[in-house]
């Protein structure tokens, strides 16, 4: 029998080589995967249609893509952001708490050059004039509108612009250890290209995420839910779709095409051996080969050559 050896009292043994790990006091809190992939939807879906608000509003081909999601103390972030920059300061009822969005001094002016019919391009670092920023907070505001549909299937909030502040160093939104979670964004206007970023208070959006994870449908509510599934299904399955059965395209001149006259033969490059292409709006979905039923043309379903390899 073996005996391992023994250890002074009060003393803890080991665990490998694992030594003592840092622990932040000022995050005691921290996202998790499933809530910084619920904020990921929320965010994308703002992205997309922040995007398309820039491509009609300015005229100018314009994108807005979701770079990231992490989570940061309150005064980590303000030392990041440029100087100067462009913070609209927001207020989210019925939440409580500030929301900052932050963009670029350059894509400020951008945007605002390209509302007035410039063509964008490289702008002077200046302070806006009495007629920009009217049109910069009618942008920002329509921004606003944006977020509201992205949080949306989270909660209905209403994000109003309270006003626009310049140096991030004399904002106080929040206190200097207050945790927040920044979404950072890559946005092209025209030419221009910068990193835009949302900030949220940690505290405001950690029990909205938190209640997404614990609703719980009553027994009516599941009963309502499945009746509408199985109509939706049923809707669907009955709703007429037109249905193409075509040979492969050929390419052909346009003045052949002009041309054209009734007994003009035009050769095909779709193999006899090969079937047809059964096809809903341009997608192909099936294969078959031409027939007749009765009195009536029709075609039978075959394998795919895919399928037959």
């Not at 920059?85 to 900052?100: H, K, N, Q, Y």
């Not at 095909?268 to 078959?288: D, G, I, K």
Request: glycine share 6%; charged share 20%.
């Amino acid at each position: 029998m073996t005996t391992s050896p023994t250890r002074p009292p009060g003393k803890m043994a080991r665990r490998g080589n694992a030594g003592p790990t840092t622990y932040d006091f000022r995050k005691p809190i921290k996202l998790s995967r499933e809530h910084i992939r619920t904020l990921q939807i929320a965010f994308e879906t703002y992205a997309r249609s922040c995007g398309t608000l820039f491509t009609t509003r300015l005229r100018v081909v314009s994108s807005v893509s979701l770079v990231s999601i992490e989570q940061l103390n309150y005064d980590e972030y303000i030392s990041s952001l440029a100087n100067p920059t462009v913070i609209a300061v927001v207020s989210i009822e019925p939440l409580s708490g500030t929301v900052l969005l932050e963009l670029s001094s350059s894509a400020a002016m951008t945007a605002i050059d390209h509302m007035l019919g410039g063509p964008g391009g490289a702008q002077p670092e200046r302070p806006l004039t009495e007629v920009e920023m009217p049109l910069l907070r009618g942008l920002m505001e329509r921004m606003l509108g944006e977020l509201r549909y992205g949080f949306e299937q989270l909660v209905d909030i209403s994000p109003k612009l309270k006003e626009i502040e310049y140096n991030a160093q004399f904002l106080r939104a929040h206190q200097p250890g207050d945790a927040v979670v920044i979404a950072s964004f890559e946005m092209k206007i025209g030419t221009e290209e910068c990193v835009a970023s949302i900030c949220l208070p940690f505290s405001t959006i950690l029990p909205v995420l938190e209640k997404q994870e614990t609703i719980e449908l009553t027994a009516a509510e599941r009963m309502i839910r499945d009746s509408s599934l199985r109509n939706l299904t049923a809707g669907l399955s009955a709703a007429p779709i037109d249905v193409a059965v075509r040979f492969q395209p050929i390419r052909m001149r346009t003045d052949d095409i002009v041309d054209l006259r009734p007994g003009d033969v035009v050769p095909l490059v779709h193999p006899t051996s090969s079937p047809l292409e059964v096809t809903v709006n341009e997608t192909v979905f099936a294969h078959a080969v031409p027939g007749n039923q009765g009195a009536r043309l029709a075609c039978l379903v075959v394998p795919s050559p895919k399928e037959e390899r």
